[in-house]
Every structure is written in structure tokens, then in C-alpha cells.
């Protein structure tokens, strides 16, 4: 016998709510990646400036859908608009971004100069990067508490209900044992100079 529960509207089982803890939980290791991505490590990414914004007529238009990002050096982003009147306008938007980077306007493109990191910098980093961490441990637990409160409320016979709590369980296990890789591998990212 299956059971099942409603909420908002939905008629749920367990195997629905197994489902749907796990994707919640690959998109807050999505959402900790692209975190971890826009954190410097010293070296150039052209996704250090998803995000930024910039007055396109009169509309916020992403720096991306712009202007070509290329990577000429290690420590360099050369930004490359399609329309040469934007130029002011895209290095507006880099300094209110607050990225601590300075433009270069030549022009024809404007460069971006990634300073090489302190290693006093480099440790405020990785304290960062800890902290994003935890926050996604946080959003796992609350994701778990979530899917053991919805297999609580399919009234199902003990056994059959604890079954479920440990399969949610070995998810949030998979889950920190993938947060602790990336955080190791952003880690050692960081402190490499």
C-alpha cells in the first residue's frame, strides 16, 4: 500500500519527496559552485563578472550579453564591447560592482588587472569560502528536516517511515561528502600562489 499526503494542493508519496529533497539539494551544490566562482583566487574568470549590470538604453542588460570577456594573461580580463559607445557605461558598472578592480579604458576595450592576493587575503578567502560552506550544510539540513516532516505526514508504519528518514539521510551524507570536495579543492585553490 502506498501512501500519500497533500500539500498546497499536491498528493504526495515518499518516493516524490525522496525525489525532490535530492534536487533541491544538486541545486544548492549548484548554487555553492557558481558562489565559490565568483570568490578570486588571484587569477582571471570571466565569471567574476556574472552579475555586473550595465545602463543599456536605459535598461539593465548583463555586462555578458555586451561585450566578449577573453582572458589575454593569467591575471588579465580583457572586455571587448560589441558597441564602442558602452565603453564609459561597462566601466561605470565595474567600479559599482565593488569587485576592488580597476578598469583600463583604451578605447577599443577596457582590461581588468587581477592583483595577486596577500596571504593575509588569501586567508580571509578561505574563511569566506568556509562560511559559504556552511551555509549550504544549513540549506541541506533544512532540506532533510523538510523531506522527514513530509514522510512523518504520510502516516506510514515505523519501520517504513525510519527506512525513509535514513535514505534521506544517506542523501545529506552524498551531499556534505561533495560540499567537503569542493570546499578542499577551493581551498587549495586559494592558498596556491
Known amino acids: 500500500m502506498i501512501s500519500y499526503y497533500r500539500k ?7 518516493e516524490t519527496i525522496l525525489l525532490n529533497a535530492e534536487e533541491k539539494m544538486e ?14 583566487a588571484g587569477r582571471a574568470n570571466p565569471n567574476m563578472l ?21 582572458i589575454p594573461e593569467a591575471r588579465q580580463l580583457m572586455i571587448k564591447p560589441f558597441d564602442k559607445g558602452i565603453l564609459g557605461g561597462i566601466e561605470k558598472a565595474i567600479f559599482e560592482a565593488n569587485l576592488g578592480l ?3 579604458n583604451n578605447g ?46 504520510l502516516k506510514l508504519p515505523e ?14 551524507n552524498k551531499y556534505n ?7 578542499k579543492v577551493k581551498e587549495q585553490e586559494l592558498m596556491t600562489i
Open 8 to 14: 498546497k494542493g499536491i498528493i504526495l508519496n515518499m
Open 27 to 40: 541545486n544548492t551544490i549548484s548554487s555553492l559552485e557558481s558562489k565559490f566562482t565568483n570568490v578570486r
Open 50 to 70: 556574472d552579475g555586473i549590470n550595465v545602463e543599456y538604453y536605459g535598461a539593465p542588460t548583463p555586462l555578458k550579453q555586451l561585450a566578449n570577456i577573453s
Open 102 to 104: 580597476t578598469p583600463n
Open 108 to 153: 577599443e576595450c577596457i582590461f581588468l588587472v587581477i592583483p595577486p592576493l596577500t596571504e593575509e587575503r588569501r586567508k580571509e578567502l578561505v574563511k569566506q569560502v568556509k562560511q559559504l560552506a556552511e551555509e549550504a550544510r544549513i540549506a541541506l539540513r533544512n532540506i532533510r528536516q523538510d523531506a522527514n516532516t513530509g514522510i512523518k505526514n
Open 159 to 172: 519501520d517504513t517511515e525510519k527506512e525513509g528518514n535514513n535514505e534521506v539521510q544517506e542523501l545529506i
Open 177 to 183: 561528502k561533495i560540499i567537503d570536495e569542493k570546499l
